[in-house]
């Protein structure tokens, strides 16, 4: 605490009200939001324990919160039980840590704030280019170790002060660059980055700053306000350097007396009965809720809260994926074989998409993101495991599957266009339209519908022209008025108050078209009797729907990060879907009276259909 005078304090005691001014913007930063998820979401979806390799995040409040929801903060990975589910913290890890964790078989991601690890990438470029690193940070912090810890020791040096830079023995010619801490005083640094340039002629540095955007929106907003201010307080961790840059700057900018608090019950409550005008700010690891105690804590001194203006922010992160902490796949296990199927359908797109030059490049891309890399391969795998059933090729059956995912990303594409659900994330991702634009979209998915009947009519996928030409006929009437185009439609433009019997239509147009295609084709690529193909038909078609319900289910109740899209569009956007036609209870019962139908015309095939079974159950139980 600077020492404070109470004559400073009265320069101001003439105001009317004694006010509160609140630094705009304070408080929770996209990284810190994204770590803290990525625990929730784990607990939320692993159950406890999930395991935390040191503070998620510099502040005892959110950690406390955490352990309460059943997180258990280690400081090492080797106080983590083998094989366990553990998440590296947002300050990001050396790579040893990482090492360490793979030795132990932890199922483990790393919740690293994106903008730590944009200096982690720089970091190991300026190395592998030659070049010994300046580093500007606070020796120590868990962000300057896990910084360091991205390349062979000697090959960083940390500084603070440009004083430091006297310890480093390097001559003037040497090639250098330099990276800061991502909360470090953005006004310091350049102190620092200007004596290193004067020191060192051939020096690189970051094309952006490697102070962050909220740490300088912070500092910006509190030296704002401070000089104005008999007090400011600082909401956050005394382990949070951020917290305490947030002190120093406040200080630098004039303020007489700056206290960090971590909780409400520590505010100097004599001192602020004494100050006129007080400023808040909070660090970027401060959780709104202790912000708001605060803030009630002054209210009750009949204070006015002032909102100060300031920077805007919109920045906001992909969620981390919490793929890796799924349970190995068993050998065998439909999760395995699914894996191996992609790796193979995602060849046969690649080498179909091609890679001709005097094709357009961003045609191509577009195509690329759209089908390759991503999707559950539901379709694909129903057409390998109804092929098996009936003795069918694999070979041909990968293409079939290959020319049906096409379909399926064209109609995900379209599907997401503004004009029809407007979505701005698929599979995870940002929809085509998103991430290229609306006219490559459109083009991407025309390009691969066409791809997806060239795949079928090349005698590759069958060697008998009159099996080509029913899989090509099949299709188009799969994807035509009575299938997906037909059943988007009706999903668009539903009766009023339509009936179930109108909902299974459309749905199994829209949905079950494509999926009974899919089982129609591996048929046509075996042996089967009347009957037995009556069988496949009637299992496909209760499948359709039952995978259909169970994304009306997902809409309703389901984890976005998980599924990879907005959810709980169909009640806003109006769309007639199972859980507000029948209820959640309702839909579930109906999922689950269709699976058994599923079984029930599988049940003669025996053990032989075990692959269509497993993609029966999977329908139903599916989180994403
Ligand atoms: C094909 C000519 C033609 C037109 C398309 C836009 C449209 C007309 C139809 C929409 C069809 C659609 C998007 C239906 C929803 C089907 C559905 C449940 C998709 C999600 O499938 P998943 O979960 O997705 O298998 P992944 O990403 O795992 O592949």
């Known amino acids: 605490m600077a020492g404070a005078s109470s004559k400073d304090i009265a320069r101001h005691s003439t105001k009317a009200q004694p006010r509160v001014l609140l630094a705009n913007p304070r408080g929770f930063c996209a990284g810190v939001e994204r770590a803290i998820d990525t625990v929730e979401q784990a607990l939320a979806r692993f159950g406890a324990p999930v395991f935390v390799r040191r503070a998620i995040v510099h502040n005892r409040v959110v950690v406390e919160h955490l352990e309460r929801k059943g997180a258990v903060f280690v400081a090492e990975i080797d106080d983590i039980p083998e094989g366990a589910i553990a998440i590296l913290s947002a300050h990001g890890s050396a790579r040893s840590v990482k090492i360490a964790a793979q030795g132990r078989q932890l199922r483990f991601v790393d919740a690293i704030c994106p903008l730590v690890a944009k200096v982690h990438a720089e970091v190991e470029s300026w190395y592998r280019s030659g070049r010994h690193i300046l580093l500007i940070g606070h020796p120590g912090h868990p962000e300057i170790v896990g910084t360091i810890g991205q390349v062979p020791a000697g090959a960083i040096s940390v500084i603070t002060t440009a004083a430091d830079l006297d310890g480093i023995d390097l001559a003037p010619n040497s090639s250098v660059a330099y990276a800061v801490q991502t909360t470090f005083a ?315 019997q109108e909902l299974f239509a459309c749905e199994s147009r829209k949905t079950g078209a494509l999926i009974r295609y899919a089982v129609q084709a591996g048929a046509m690529l075996g042996q089967c009797s009347t009957e037995e193909r009556e069988r496949l038909l009637r299992f496909a078609e209760n499948l359709g729907l039952v995978f259909q319900i169970r994304d009306d289910i997902l809409d309703d109740t389901g984890d976005p990060a998980a599924v990879g899209k907005a959810l709980r569009k169909d009640a806003s956007s109006g769309r007639k879907s199972a859980t507000l036609l029948m209820g959640l209870p309702g839909a579930r019962d109906e999922a689950d009276r269709l699976e058994h139908a599923c079984q029930e015309a599988l049940a003669p095939f025996g053990p032989k259909a075990i692959a269509l079974r497993d993609l029966a159950r999977f329908a139903i139980e599916r989180a994403h």
């Not at 390998?384 to 694999?394: N, Q, R, T, W």
């Open 186 to 500: 953005a006004r310091d640094a350049q102190g620092v980055i200007s004596a290193i340039k004067h020191r060192f002629s051939d020096c690189a540095g970051p094309r952006s700053s490697d102070i962050c955007y909220a740490t300088t929106n912070r500092q910006a907003a509190v030296e704002t306000i401070a000089p104005q201010c008999d007090i400011v307080l600082v909401a956050g961790d005394t382990a949070s350097s951020n917290a305490r840059r947030l002190v120093d700057v406040a200080r630098a900018a004039g303020c007489p007396e700056v206290y960090l608090v971590s909780s409400a019950s520590e505010l100097p409550s004599k001192r602020l009965s004494q100050a006129d005008t007080i400023g808040l700010t909070a660090a970027a690891s401060a959780p709104e809720s202790v912000i708001a105690a605060i803030c009630a804590a002054l209210a009750t001194q009949n204070r006015v809260l002032l909102e100060m203006t300031g920077a805007k922010e919109t920045m906001r992160f992909k969620p981390v994926s919490l793929e890796a902490l799924e349970r190995p796949a068993q050998p065998g296990s439909l999760e395995e074989r699914i894996g191996m199927v992609r790796k193979d359908i995602d060849a046969v797109l690649d080498a179909a998409i091609g890679t001709s030059s005097t094709r357009n490049r961003r045609l191509a891309e577009a195509m690329r993101y759209a089908c390759i890399g991503a999707g559950k391969r539901f379709r694909a795998m129903l057409v390998i495991a109804a092929a098996d059933l009936v003795g069918g090729s694999k070979a041909q059956a990968l293409r079939i599957g290959a020319a049906i995912e096409c379909v399926h990303a064209q109609s995900l594409i379209h599907d997401d266009l503004p004009c029809m659900d407007n979505d701005d994330l698929r599979r995870g991702r940002p929809t085509v339209h998103r991430k290229f634009d609306e006219a490559t979209a459109v083009l991407a998915g025309d390009a691969l519908l066409a791809l997806a009947f060239e795949i079928l009519a090349d005698p590759l996928t069958h060697p008998e022209a009159t099996t080509r030409a029913e899989l090509v006929l099949a299709l188009s009437r799969a994807v035509g008025q009575d299938g997906l185009a037909g059943g988007q439609m009706m999903d668009l433009y539903p009766p009023a108050r339509p009936t179930p």
